[in-house]
């Protein structure tokens, strides 16, 4: 098994608590470097490590209720509360921004000088690293799991990342050139990064929750699933697929001959469904089936695939 397998097989809940204590471990260092420098690009890197500890803490939660099983009020389940954490997660993202801009404007107006500049940046490469590697694991579990709120909170981590690397910079530069200007400008343009991805979380959250179709690459194992049971006498239609949390839904009519038993037509259905949910893992398929000869009506066409 390889590492990145090894890491898939860590469930989502796990890594958010690991998410969680290294938000506090990096709160901790970043808050450290900018009372040792008094930079508010540093500053603004210790804000964004909050909206960390506070997003993988209800990304957890929101994962917990994702996890729970279907009952009489939510008769397919709760996956798609992983939109929320992701949404969550992106409105803090921007609420975060606006107060780091609010913050660096205030500096223009009353430039400090930074002070021990060294231990400042070894205490923020430091939190990037933890970070960074971090995000780096998540990413392989989000990719197992289709866990939208650990996609989320990895990919929050890798543009905190950025952030650190781009504070970084600007504050040598502040250092080496003595333009005090550089380090509210560096913290507007880490505020105006994490904006960005701030709002491609809530988008993405948003798309979710519309029912969006699968992913491309999970459409083309459905269509060479079906392709496989084409027939003379049997073929497919009327196919929409739908994404939930970590869910796949594919429903679909199968057309066969009309003269075939129920206990043979049963058969091939079943067959088909097997496959499909092989080919695809956590996919839930639903098969009308119909004579050769009948076409079903009363179906959206903006609806089909």
Request: aromatic share 8%; no cysteine.
């Amino acid at each position: 098994m390889t590492l990145s397998q090894r890491l898939g097989a860590i469930p989502p809940q796990a890594w958010l608590r690991v998410s969680i204590g290294v938000a506090v471990l990096t709160i901790g260092l970043k808050t450290l470097a900018w009372w040792l420098t008094g930079s508010v690009g540093l500053l603004s890197d210790a804000m964004e490590s909050l909206v960390n500890l506070a997003s993988a803490a209800f990304g957890l939660l929101m994962v917990r209720i994702a996890a729970q099983p279907p009952d009489a009020e939510h008769p397919y389940g709760h996956h798609k509360a992983e939109y929320f954490s992701s949404a969550f997660e992106g409105l803090a993202i921007l609420v975060a921004a606006l107060a780091i801009i609010y913050a660096a404007a205030r500096r223009f107006y009353e430039p400090q000088p930074i002070e021990q500049v060294d231990a400042g940046l070894a205490l923020s490469v430091l939190s990037s690293v933890f970070n960074g590697v971090l995000a780096w694991a998540m990413l392989q579990s989000a990719r197992v799991h289709r866990s939208m709120a650990l996609e989320a909170d990895a990919r929050h981590l890798i543009t905190d990342v950025w952030t650190s690397v781009g504070v970084v910079i600007g504050i040598a530069l502040v250092a080496w050139t003595h333009w005090l200007w550089l380090d509210p400008v560096v913290a507007i343009g880490v505020a105006l990064n994490i904006l960005r991805e701030g709002w491609n979380l809530v988008w993405r959250s948003s798309q979710g929750l519309m029912d969006k179709r699968v992913e491309r690459r999970v459409q083309a194992d459905i269509d060479q699933v079906l392709k496989a049971f084409e027939h003379p006498t049997i073929r497919f239609d009327h196919i929409a697929t739908r994404r939930s949390g970590s869910r796949r839904y594919v429903d679909l009519h199968m057309h066969m001959p009309g003269e075939w038993t129920l206990r043979r037509a049963a058969a091939v259905r079943a067959s088909v469904e097997q496959a499909l949910m092989s080919a695809v893992p956590g996919l839930r398929a639903s098969i009308q089936l119909l004579p050769s000869d009948v076409e079903a009506h009363g179906q959206d066409e903006d609806d089909l695939i």
